[in-house]
């Protein structure tokens, strides 16, 4: 058998076997590396978690010490309270009933706006050696109805001798509501003289509790608990061991030490993360209980991305070891590959050639004549283009615009011989403006020519409406010398008449007026036409023109955004039977030519 698979190996063609042996030596320092970085990576990882679960315990450790002392400060505040002091200071015999339930109403008040203050959940009790009881709760529990100097609570406070004391105990109201978890108490004297007076209880319900750390159970499956100093449960989630002594191997180590993590195994047999922090301020414990399964989790997305790295790695190892051996073995069929793709039409191939060898050689001439190729049909393309373009000026160029201004100097002169003055005015007008609109030259002209030429649009404008369209200008003269675009204002005003004027059922008014406002020039063009919500089919708001009238105004836009950039404004405010104004900005050129355009371009 092994002969057989040695013979089979060695009939191999040269290029498998260098596959195979890159392979085999590719993909064991690759698993290897793999295996390494997932295992680093994981650890990292649940060391990661773990910190970040610790300080969070510890963060709500300090949020319940500042708690508990907020009810030590609470405590101690009922304690110093003169009128507290002066009710608990009399005798039940020397105070009438109305004085009673007057000093009840007084001291009740008192103590609900301390329960309502920060809205704790806690309930207080005032036991006075007098036999007053005052309390926040619903009923009195029955421990607190006669005194007991030497029942918990009360003989930690008396041992105290009026300093705050803590102790835990559990009242079981109804299922999962596990009534008063912690209680608070202080022993009461008269400040003056020391005397006696009665004892104060704070009980904390187990609610109040839970709101506190609940924010730490962040894996799923895991547990909480608040220790006391024995390993008492005080509260849980879950809530089975509240009122017991903790049932878990990993008590001791967790009652010795005041803060860390470690790993144990559950009763069960599953492995746990132990994570606990102790407050100073009370000796209670923090415990959160994690599988360690469930951290886990968090490393399979490293897991799966090794896995990919690996697949990736093996894919590229195998693929290297083809495109090597395949170079190595065969670097003509290559060449010959290329040719059958350059034969059937695909000229967007060349041969990588590494070396100056023979096949190197071989290859470059290849490359240079698939290039060469490419010129001449680039060449050939160009002419193309280039005669297309010959025969279209060539048509254009039939139309000779000589012929045009005579034809309309003849028009002018019957005109004026049959004394018809509009027909010549119109004419005039007209030569003037198809003179200006073919005008060579710099697309800047001066603002005064520019207006000019709408005048020469509005007169013949005005010959067509007759008294349908009245025409006010308003020009500033001392813009007249700056420069504007070419054709900037004629579109607009087009529009105000075809668009908004043309479509009015009565008369209408267009006013034109250009002014200098600082380093800018004002044209506004004005109309009281049907305005465009009147006539737009599609919508659009006021600064989006659309179809139409937009085709003039949209290319009127983007003309300036080419030449002035920001510099420049269109603005379009537009009212259904009210009419529309465009407002054109534009900065003040004092001089024409490509210089002044690139400055602006510069600019931007």
Do not use: C
Not at 293 to 299: A, F, L
Not at 454 to 472: C, G, N, P, T, W
């Amino acid at each position: 058998m092994r002969d057989k698979l040695i013979m089979r190996i060695a009939d191999m063609g040269f290029r498998n076997k260098l596959i195979i042996l890159f392979m085999v030596i590719s993909i064991a320092p690759l698993s290897a590396l793999g295996l390494l970085s997932y295992n680093h990576a994981s650890y990292t990882v649940q060391e990661k978690v773990y910190q970040t679960m610790l300080e969070s315990l510890s963060q709500i450790t300090y949020s319940m010490n500042y708690f508990l002392n907020d009810i030590e400060q609470l405590s101690m505040y009922i304690y110093s309270n003169e009128d507290v002091q002066q009710v608990l200071s009399a005798g039940s015999s020397d105070r009438s009933a109305e004085d009673r339930y007057r000093d009840g109403q007084k001291i009740s008040a008192i103590l609900e706006s301390f329960v309502g203050f920060k809205k704790w959940d806690i309930e207080i009790y005032l036991l006075g050696k007098n036999g007053e009881r005052f309390f926040t709760a619903d009923v009195l529990p029955k421990q607190y109805r006669n005194i007991n100097a030497n029942w918990g609570l009360f003989r930690k406070a008396r041992l105290a001798e009026g300093n705050s004391v803590w102790d835990t105990h559990y009242t079981l109201k109804k299922l999962y509501d596990f009534g008063t978890a912690l209680g608070n108490g202080r022993l009461l004297k008269k400040i003056d003289t020391g005397e006696f007076l009665g004892f104060l209880v704070i009980d904390i319900m187990e609610t109040a509790l839970v709101d506190k750390y609940a924010k730490a159970h962040l894996v799923e499956n895991g547990q909480i608990y608040l220790l006391d100093q024995f390993g008492n449960v005080i509260s849980s989630l879950p809530k089975h061991q509240i009122g017991t002594k903790l049932q878990a191997d990993f008590l001791p180590t967790v009652l010795q030490g005041t803060k860390g993590y470690f790993q144990s195994r559950s009763r069960q047999g599953q492995e746990e993360m132990i994570i606990y922090d102790t407050s100073e301020m009370s000796g209670f414990k923090l415990v959160s209980v994690v599988p360690v399964k469930e951290v886990i989790k968090e490393s399979s997305s490293i897991r799966t991305f090794t896995a990919s790295i690996l697949l990736a790695g093996i894919v590229a190892a195998f693929a290297f070891a083809y495109v090597v051996s395949n170079h190595i073995t065969h670097p003509l069929r290559k060449l010959r590959q290329l040719m059958k793709q350059a034969e059937k039409g695909d000229l967007d191939v060349a041969f990588p050639a590494k070396y100056k060898d023979e096949v190197g050689q071989l290859g470059q001439s290849f490359n240079r004549m698939i290039e060469k190729i490419h010129t001449l049909i680039k060449e050939n393309y160009e002419k193309v283009l280039q005669l297309r373009e010959a025969e279209l000026k060539a048509i254009q160029a039939q139309i000779n615009p000589h012929f045009l201004y005579n034809t309309l100097d003849s028009i002018n002169w019957m005109a004026r011989i049959h004394r018809i003055d509009d027909i010549s005015r119109t004419v005039i007008s007209l030569g003037e403006l198809f003179r200006y609109s073919i005008r060579k030259g710099n697309q800047f002209i001066r603002i005064s020519e520019d207006m000019n030429q709408i005048r020469h649009y509005l007169a013949i404008q005005s010959i067509r409406f007759r008294d349908k369209v009245s025409m006010e200008v308003d020009l500033d003269e001392r813009i007249m010398s700056f420069y504007t675009l070419k054709l900037l204002i004629q579109p607009v005003v087009e529009n105000a008449i075809v668009h908004g004027l043309e479509r009015k059922s009565g008369p209408g008014t267009l006013r034109i007026r250009a002014k200098g406002v600082g380093d800018k020039i004002v044209f506004v063009v004005e109309d009281d036409g049907i305005g465009f919500d009147a006539w737009r089919p599609d919508g659009r708001t006021e600064d989006d023109p659309g179809t139409g009238t937009g085709i003039g105004l949209d290319n009127l836009r983007k003309r300036m955004e080419l030449q002035f950039g920001d510099a420049a404004s269109l603005h379009i405010r537009s009212e259904a039977g009210v009419g529309t104004t465009v407002v054109i900005e534009i900065p003040q050129i004092k001089q024409a030519g490509d210089e002044h355009v690139q400055d602006y371009d510069r600019r931007r």
